[in-house]
């Protein structure tokens, strides 16, 4: 099974409707990220959370909102979605400073989510 | 200035040749440098890290740093076809905080 898994995979909504994109991990790791992916802009972050208290804007957060409901569980919504909104979304953990082989901030990646906003 | 830049090509090469691919970054404090390959409509998945100048190789990859120009590369030997794909610098920037991406360089190697 995946590690890190991302519902629903494709996602097609209107203009004004609430949606929210969920991620799950099982690889144990405290850190959680959302980030969309647009064609020529890479990837950029909407938000983070260090741990299940900690929540955190990341540089393009403005209409999206998060939920870290466990450890494992990270989720994001669009209260009111807009065609701009519309974009390849990813999740990634991260286990930052571990004692494992993984260096530093090492990031996994969900398989994505893609949104289309009409 | 962009935190971390790359070229967003395509970069063409030849089955068998070298890929260079390059990244400059803005944060001289940064410590921990990332190369991730991500092929279309998939999602990024991490080929190398470095942290200290010089050079770091692992198989057919060179992951190159340059800490006083601020300049990081990755090499791909042999290249092959499975190598097409763009690949993405990230450093880690803000005290060790925030893992920055670049916009990606797209890599074609043509039989």
């Known amino acids: 099974d995946a590690d890190v898994t991302q519902t629903p995979r494709n996602r097609i909504t209107k203009t004004g409707k609430r949606i929210m994109l969920e991620c799950s991990q099982t690889k144990g790791h405290d850190r959680m990220y959302w980030y969309r992916q647009d064609p020529g802009l890479g990837l950029r972050l909407i938000y983070y959370s260090f741990d299940v208290k900690d929540i955190n804007k990341g540089e393009i957060s403005d209409g999206y909102s998060v939920s870290r409901q466990a450890q494992a569980k990270f989720s994001l919504s669009l209260e009111s979605a807009i065609p701009n909104q519309t974009a390849l979304y990813f999740c990634a953990t991260s286990d930052f400073g571990s004692s494992g082989a993984d260096p530093q901030e090492t990031q996994y990646f969900g398989p994505g989510t893609r949104l289309l906003v009409l | 200035q962009k935190e971390v830049e790359q070229n967003s090509g395509p970069l063409s090469v030849p089955e068998g040749a070298i890929a260079s691919l390059n990244c400059t970054y803005s944060d001289r404090g940064s410590q921990s440098f990332f190369w991730y390959r991500q092929y279309s409509g998939k999602s990024p998945e991490l080929i190398m890290f470095i942290y200290s100048n010089g050079d770091k190789e692992d198989g057919r990859f060179t992951a190159q740093l340059n800490k006083a120009s601020q300049y990081v590369s990755l090499l791909i030997r042999d290249s092959q076809p499975s190598d097409s794909a763009t690949y993405l610098c990230?450093?880690?920037?803000?005290?060790?905080?925030?893992?920055?991406f670049g916009t990606g360089t797209q890599l074609k190697v043509e039989l």
């Open positions: 990230a450093v880690l920037t803000g005290g060790g905080n925030k893992l920055t």
